[in-house]
């Protein structure tokens, strides 16, 4: 959501910040701003809307001189998306960003209030910037001060602060959101993301839970309470789109590529690896799988997926919910937390109830630095590669290939799969890599095709069994970026009330597998056409029935088949969003790393 950038140092400080945050850009925002501290001058710019109207609005600027910065993105919690709402949120004195949800903010408003302050914004950030100043009313040593503010917040929050006072020094302070801090040849780096700082520092630190101080140049090495410093290669990758006309079709194009590297080492002569120790998953009977958004959709599949290949009972539960529901867990239980970022608000605080009753953890993540991958008793890195856009495709895909690749193996270590279905999985995997590739044929057919459906009242996605979870997915891809209704159904499920909507207004997305349970999905798809639905059918068996067919290559699975499915579905969503001429890389209020619950 909200990303973080600071600079400590003599070099140009504009062109720092706006470089860091446009490779935040991807998270979502709704706003963008920044303040430098130089010459004994504090500076403050906040704008609406893109970074372009911030690099507009500092056309002119320069920051040559040895000083202190920060800058932000915002994804609005509290108060409408204005520049007013936007930060660094400031007083006389002092200018803070933050990332995060002071839960507490109310109360200590209306106190502050009380005693005369004046507030600007209807942001939970700016009660931060006021809670400070009225302290140093009382405590004249300004570090003090701001930690006696800080532990008066509760919520999730990471924090940077400059202050008149300290004119070479950043302030933070961390508790449940991420913020990292490096130093290079140009000085010090915060940021919250570490893609931010890789390209220009030789060491970073990722500030532990609960920590509270101030950085300057002299000090990075020395602040005893930061650990885990680590020495960081930077890899420089191409991230531009290159030919393709947005990072999502580029991402899209990028799936079978990614597929492998997740496969890398973990699949060899048919034969299936994993990073986990055997002695670890023994004793367990029970699987539960933890996520949100499109990481809960990987998850639905893998259910099946667990429960068919490694024969244990598994379940797949929102964050959200796990967190309040008291479910009960026993000793055998093997958790497993998904999440792209490895620093989802929900899933993480799930992830650490777990911890604390005692289960067996595994994150399965993109970030071998964040938040989750620390604190789990193992990783699984899904090796899915820079996503840029903020609908996922290769980190779904690449979830569900490293969960089925995960059945097989607690299924080989379980003695729940023999040598053969072993090797069949393995080889139905590799297929499946191949299924991921884009054929010119297809998307040609998809792009015509997707002119019919840009009207209507909405689409129904329909599958069965381990395609339910894709039509899930399906249907949230199509409603992240075109902004259209969508909603994933269990194909039996029409009868039981949804049908009530169909008429020829009603678009029906159908994934009819040839390997599952085709007869019945077919069944459902006769009765909604029945009721004038517009039909497009996913299948490589054609159905006279449907009035659009989006026919596939034979597939030896149903995996494969799910695989290329999937490929369809991001595809059609692409092209409808792009016929609405709508931003698919950056939809309207949406976050790619939501790290606040």
């Given at each position: 959501?909200?990303?973080?950038?600071?600079?400590?140092?003599?070099?140009?400080?504009?062109?720092?910040?706006?470089?860091?945050?446009?490779?935040?850009?991807y998270r979502g925002y709704d706003s963008a701003g920044l303040a430098v501290l130089s010459n004994d001058r504090l500076e403050v710019f906040k704008t609406q809307g893109k970074l372009e109207n911030l690099k507009s609005e500092l056309k002119n600027k320069e920051f040559l001189n040895f000083g202190v910065s920060i800058a932000h993105t915002r994804w609005a919690t509290h108060g409408k998306p204005s520049s007013a709402n936007a930060h660094p949120h400031f007083t006389e004195n002092l200018a803070l960003v933050h990332n995060g949800i002071?839960?507490?903010?109310?109360?200590?408003?209306?106190?502050?209030?009380?005693?005369?302050?004046?507030?600007?914004?209807?942001?939970?950030?700016?009660?931060?910037?006021?809670?400070?100043?009225?302290?140093?009313?009382?405590?004249?040593?300004?570090?003090?001060?701001?930690?006696?503010?800080?532990?008066?917040?509760?919520?999730?929050?990471?924090?940077?602060?400059?202050?008149?006072?300290?004119?070479?020094?950043?302030?933070?302070?961390?508790?449940?959101?991420?913020?990292?801090?490096?130093?290079?040849?140009e000085g010090v780096f915060f940021a919250s993301s570490l893609s931010v700082l890789a390209p220009k520092v030789d060491q970073f630190v990722i500030l532990e839970e609960n920590s509270v101080g101030r950085i300057s140049l002299e000090n990075f090495k020395d602040l005893k309470h930061i650990e885990n410093m680590k020495d960081y290669a930077f890899e420089d990758k191409d991230y531009s789109k290159g030919n393709f006309r947005n990072y999502l079709e580029k991402e899209i194009y990028e799936q079978h590529s990614s597929l492998l590297e997740c496969l890398e080492g973990r699949l060899e002569a048919l034969s299936v690896y994993c990073e986990i120790d055997p002695e670890f998953l023994e004793n367990v009977n029970e699987i539960t799988l933890c996520s949100c958004g499109s990481s809960y959709h990987a998850s639905l599949a893998s259910v099946y997926l667990f429960e068919r290949l490694a024969k244990i009972r598994?379940?797949?539960?929102l964050a959200s919910e796990y967190r309040y529901a008291n479910f009960k867990s026993n000793p055998n239980e093997l958790f497993i937390a998904i999440s792209q970022s490895g620093e989802t608000a929900d899933t993480l605080e799930a992830l650490k109830?777990?911890?604390?009753?005692?289960?067996?953890?595994?994150?399965?993540?993109?970030?071998?630095?964040?938040?989750?991958?620390?604190?789990?008793?193992?990783?699984?890195?899904?090796?899915?590669?820079?996503e840029r856009s903020v609908a996922s495709t290769k980190a779904f895909s690449s979830q569900v290939m490293?969960?089925?690749?995960?059945?097989?193996?607690?299924?080989?270590?379980?003695?729940?799969?023999?040598?053969?279905?072993?090797?069949?999985?393995?080889?139905?995997?590799?297929?499946?890599?191949?299924?991921?590739?884009?054929?010119?044929?297809?998307?040609?057919?998809?792009?015509?095709?997707?002119?019919?459906?840009?009207h209507g009242h909405g689409f129904f996605y329909i599958g069965r069994d381990v395609f339910y979870p894709l039509a899930l997915e399906g249907a949230l891809k199509l409603k992240e970026i075109s902004y259209l209704h969508a909603e994933g159904y269990a194909s039996a499920?029409?009868?039981?009330?949804?049908?009530?909507?169909?008429?020829?207004?009603?678009?029906?997305?159908?994934?009819?597998?040839?390997?599952?349970?085709?007869?019945?999905?077919?069944?459902?798809?006769?009765?909604?056409?029945?009721?004038?639905s517009t039909i497009c059918v996913l299948s490589s068996e054609i159905l006279e029935i449907a009035d659009d067919f989006i026919q596939l290559e034979e597939s030896e699975?149903?995996?494969?088949?799910?695989?290329?499915?999937?490929?369809?579905?991001?595809l059609l969503a692409l092209e409808i969003a792009m016929r609405l001429n709508h931003d698919v890389d950056h939809p309207r209020n949406l976050a790619k790393s939501v790290t606040v619950e």
């Open positions: 959501m909200c990303g973080i950038v600071g600079y400590i140092g003599d070099s140009e400080k504009k062109s720092i910040l706006l470089e860091g945050l446009k490779e935040l850009e002071i839960e507490n903010y109310a109360s200590l408003k209306k106190e502050l209030e009380s005693k005369g302050h004046a507030f600007l914004s209807q942001t939970d950030t700016e009660v931060i910037a006021h809670l400070l100043e009225e302290t140093l009313k009382s405590e004249g040593d300004l570090l003090k001060a701001f930690e006696k503010s800080i532990s008066l917040l509760k919520g999730s929050y990471a924090i940077l602060m400059l202050h008149k006072r300290a004119k070479e020094s950043l302030f933070y302070a961390k508790s449940s959101s991420p913020l990292i801090v490096g130093k290079g040849k598994a379940r797949a539960i109830l777990a911890k604390a009753q005692g289960l067996k953890t595994i994150s399965l993540c993109n970030a071998p630095f964040s938040m989750m991958s620390r604190i789990s008793d193992h990783t699984l890195l899904i090796r899915a590669g820079v490293l969960l089925w690749l995960l059945s097989v193996y607690l299924g080989k270590q379980l003695g729940t799969i023999s040598k053969e279905e072993e090797r069949i999985q393995a080889k139905n995997m590799l297929n499946s890599v191949n299924a991921m590739k884009v054929e010119p044929k297809l998307h040609e057919k998809i792009k015509r095709l997707s002119k019919r459906y840009l499920e029409m009868k039981h009330g949804p049908i009530a909507l169909v008429d020829s207004n009603l678009f029906t997305i159908a994934l009819l597998s040839k390997h599952l349970l085709f007869d019945k999905t077919k069944s459902n798809i006769e009765e909604l056409s029945a009721r004038d699975s149903y995996m494969e088949e799910f695989f290329r499915m999937n490929l369809a579905m991001q």
